[in-house]
């Protein structure tokens, strides 16, 4: 079964500085997919970024970047001139594709607690 | 634009008391989930479906049950309640293709006392 490990329960950033999240997932599949969400406290589930396996590009959406790396099975998320408003815990997902018999499902880490000092 | 819309948002039982969680959704999508999501912990996959008539298991499926007669309805239903299932319980939808993202509702707290 694919496992998707956060190993830092809770990280801060000062504003306008830099954070990384860290996320590994346990695969052996080749074709697959990686989401961050972002959830603040109003507990919605808002989507940040994803990646496709096949793609070597890191993906990037603004001020948020991902390290990708396929081999090592790491899929690392950094924020850029971090505003308070970045506050909330961030899920890693994993997603698989069907055509290799994978079950249509996100299976999520456990998250990580961004706090961002003023 | 409602998106994934779940009812009720705030939900008190009792031990042995049964409920239903709706879930509807506006945007066509085949597939629906439900997921939990206890203090500390990510989301755990009750159940999930990927078209009407058509609902599988997830991670943490026991004590719940779902129907999908329309593309747009995904209902839980918990029978006899337990503390156990105290909870916010997610409702999400996507398109089939596996690069889409999910698309959650607002959840549900959900207390079993």
């Known amino acids: 079964a694919q496992t998707v490990t956060q190993s830092q329960p809770e990280m801060s950033v000062q504003e306008a500085e830099t954070v990384t999240l860290s996320c590994t997932y346990d695969?052996?599949?080749?074709?697959?997919?990686l989401f961050w969400y972002k959830q603040p406290p109003s507990r919605q589930m808002i989507l940040v970024i994803r990646q496709e396996a096949y793609k070597q590009q890191n993906a990037t959406e603004n001020r948020f970047s991902v390290n990708f790396q396929k081999a090592a099975k790491s899929f690392s998320l950094k924020i850029s001139d971090s505003q308070l408003g970045d506050a909330a815990m961030y899920f890693c997902a994993y997603r698989t594709f069907k055509s290799q018999g994978g079950s249509e499902k996100l299976v999520f880490g456990k998250g990580t607690k961004l706090t961002v000092n003023p | 634009n409602a998106g994934v819309t779940q009812t009720p948002k705030f939900r008190i039982l009792k031990i042995g008391q049964s409920m239903t969680l709706q879930c509807t959704q506006d945007?066509?999508?085949?597939?629906m989930y439900w997921y939990r999501q206890d203090p500390g912990m990510g989301l755990k996959l009750i159940y999930y479906?990927?078209?009407?008539?058509?609902?599988d298991k997830g991670e943490v499926p026991n004590g719940y049950n779902v129907s999908r007669s329309t593309t747009e309805d995904f209902p839980l239903r918990l029978e006899l309640a337990a503390p156990s299932q105290t909870s916010v319980y997610f409702c999400?939808?996507?398109?089939?293709?596996?690069?889409?993202?999910?698309?959650f509702g607002n959840g549900t707290r959900l207390t079993v006392t």
């Open positions: 479906s990927v078209g009407a008539g058509i609902t």
């Open positions: 695969t052996s599949e080749s074709d697959y997919y």
């Open positions: 945007m066509n999508h085949n597939y």
């Open positions: 999400a939808s996507s398109y089939a293709e596996p690069v889409s993202p999910l698309h």
